[in-house]
């Protein structure tokens, strides 16, 4: 007797202004210089949100951070003196970067109740998906939201008016007054000052990217089996991906759509990990062979060191200076069912804490850095950050470099790298190691690693030394 699959829940129903409200307390979070990941987590639990509500506030808030400067520039054009409350100001920029999404990225119109009462079924791990809305839709659920909050119930009707006129400006030309630099890029002048400066002849494409959502990308597990049997269960789940051809990526699959971490298929079995293409090339460029003494200097959340463990049995010693990252570690490795790992906490820059003095045959430094290669999946980076980090995280680049190449053995391997597309923390560091270290030898490396879709990829730099025997 044949049973039939128990039907799945319904979808959740929840009315767009609640998911708005939500996300304009994010957006208020990150303006006041809290980062979104730390954000989120803290504001849904107080707010007892739901996953599915979870994934809407934070997909329309990417969205707005990835607008925030084209709606400063409209909401400046509609209405320029400051508007107060802060919370009524955060619900208008969210509003109206959705409304002024570009046309290739803006929601097919949809309409009515449909949209009114039920407007995101977002699933949690899958956040940068938004339904379609029409214009109508958004404007209007931007005045009911007014009500959730005390300081903008007496807003409605200002709002409503407010947004209606950015409906008419919302396609400024290039030469119009709303156009400045950071309306047109959606990034700080200084930041796409310095993207200009590095590359001449690339940097608008750059820019541009960080506006679009990142695919998820996937690595399967060495040790659980190949990468054609993982595809083989995602196409069975109903999940379809495309396997890279490019070095370094063996491993990798990138699925065609996101998807909650859930549904992949034995996920929890440690079959698969999530990992962007350009990180899984650290652990083959590396290449740790069994029973090399290895050090991931910066390893939270584990997943070059779990990819090195994956693809032999090397003696890895996993630092972080965070107790509650470095717990993560350990939490990766054991889901993908390897090898136990050394795990520790303490600054990399402070060997005498920590070292026990025995050389490392292959050191990674994937060092603390801009994180300005990752902003299509962190868009809160490019406000957070301000130009005079770079020089000081560049500098603490130094300092790591520095105090680690001791460490390595003659003829051993030191991997540095870095998510960032600027210079001060690639190329610039690079060079400069070599200056300072007579017994480096720069060996074969990608070097930087601009954002691209073609292989799908993050921003990323790679540079390899090995330390001569004699200096």
Not at 57 to 69: D, I, K, T, V
Not at 231 to 242: F, I, P, V, W
Request: hydrophobic share 45%; with cysteine.
């Amino acid at each position: 007797m044949s049973h039939a699959p128990p039907p799945r829940p319904a979808p959740e129903r929840r009315p767009l202004h609640v998911d708005l409200r939500a996300a304009a307390d994010l957006l208020g979070c990150v303006l006041a210089g809290q980062s979104l990941a730390g954000a989120l987590p803290r504001l849904a639990q107080a707010g007892g949100w739901s996953p599915a509500q979870r994934g809407a506030a934070q997909a329309l808030s990417f969205e707005a951070l990835r607008g925030l400067g084209r709606a400063r520039a409209l909401l400046q054009a509609v209405h320029p003196k400051r508007i107060k409350p802060a919370e009524l100001e955060q619900l208008l920029l969210v509003s109206i970067a959705l409304l002024s999404t570009p046309a290739a990225r803006r929601p097919a119109p949809g309409g009515g109740e449909e949209h009114q009462d039920a407007h995101l079924r977002l699933r949690a791990s899958a956040p940068d998906k938004l339904p379609p809305y029409p214009d109508h839709t958004l404007v209007s659920q931007a005045v009911q939201a007014c009500a959730l909050h005390a300081k903008t119930r007496h807003a409605r009707g200002f709002v409503n008016a407010l947004l209606r006129r950015v409906q008419t400006e919302r396609a400024f030309a290039p030469k119009s007054p709303l156009a400045t630099e950071e309306a047109i890029h959606n990034h700080p002048s200084w930041w796409i000052a310095r993207v200009r400066a590095a590359y001449p002849e690339a940097w608008q494409e750059v820019l541009a990217l960080a506006a679009e959502p990142a695919a998820m990308t996937l690595r399967v597990n060495a040790r659980w089996g190949s990468r054609a049997d993982y595809l083989a269960r995602l196409r069975a789940a109903g999940l379809d991906a495309e396997a890279p051809d490019a070095p370094g990526l063996a491993h990798a699959l990138v699925l065609r759509r996101a998807v909650p971490v859930q549904e992949l298929p034995l996920f929890e079995a440690g079959a698969v990990s999530v990992q962007d293409s350009s990180a899984q090339l650290a652990a083959w460029l590396l290449q740790a062979g069994a029973g090399m003494r290895v050090l991931d200097a910066c390893a939270a959340p584990g997943g070059k060191t779990a990819h090195m463990l994956e693809l032999a049995d090397c003696d890895v010693l996993a630092l972080d200076q965070d107790a509650q990252r470095a717990a993560r570690i350990g939490d990766t490795i054991a889901r993908l069912r390897l090898p136990a790992a050394r795990i520790a906490v303490a600054d990399a820059r402070r060997p005498g804490t920590w070292w026990d003095g025995q050389p490392f045959d292959r050191i990674l430094l994937d060092a603390p850095c801009s994180a300005s290669g990752i902003v299509r999946r962190h868009p809160d980076i490019r406000w957070l950050r301000q130009d005079a980090d770079i020089a000081a995280l560049a500098a603490q680049q130094t300092e790591l470099l520095d105090a680690l190449w001791p460490l390595l053995a003659p003829g051993g391997w030191l991997l540095y790298a870095t998510c960032s597309v600027f210079p001060q923390e690639g190329a610039d560091q690079a060079a400069g190691f070599l200056r300072r270290h007579g017994d480096a030898l720069a060996l074969a490396a990608p070097g930087q690693i601009l954002p691209g879709r073609s292989p799908e990829r993050d921003g990323f730099f790679y540079a390899l030394f090995a330390k001569r025997s004699t200096a």
